[in-house]
């Protein structure tokens, strides 16, 4: 026991000039690992947010451009009610965007909605076609 204490004794300075600082070292590295965990959670968010941005972007870009041209019918023919005409315009343009198209004109109190198959590229009146609802889980 007399020994340890003597031990104790003479190295208790070098002991804690050696001890002091790697502990200091260890504190700074223990703080600046939460603070780098808490920035890349954070990076990580911004890095998602803006990939959704993009997709979003470029999925409303697609679809504005397909209904922009598949809705560009010319008015004189819409004015004249000219379903037949309409259905051509439909025929010409891609509809694999759309679930199913239609034409509407209000003629005194007659609504003459029609409606454009493009399996059989006709317009006819009827009732709309059925859209499957498909909810995801």
Sequence with gaps: MRLFRALQDRYRFEVAVVVVPLLAI???QYVSSRRLAEVE???SQTTVARYLDE???EVRHVYQDAAQEMLDVPGDVLA???FE????HFARTDTSTARFLFAGALDGCLCLTRYYHPSTG???????????QELLQ
């Design 122 to 132: 006709a317009i006819e009146i009827g009732a709309a076609p059925v859209v499957s």
């Design 80 to 82: 004249g009610k000219q």
């Design 41 to 43: 959670v954070i990076a």
């Design 85 to 88: 005409e309409i259905a051509r």
């Design 55 to 57: 997709v979003t972007a």
């Design 26 to 28: 260890l504190a700074l």
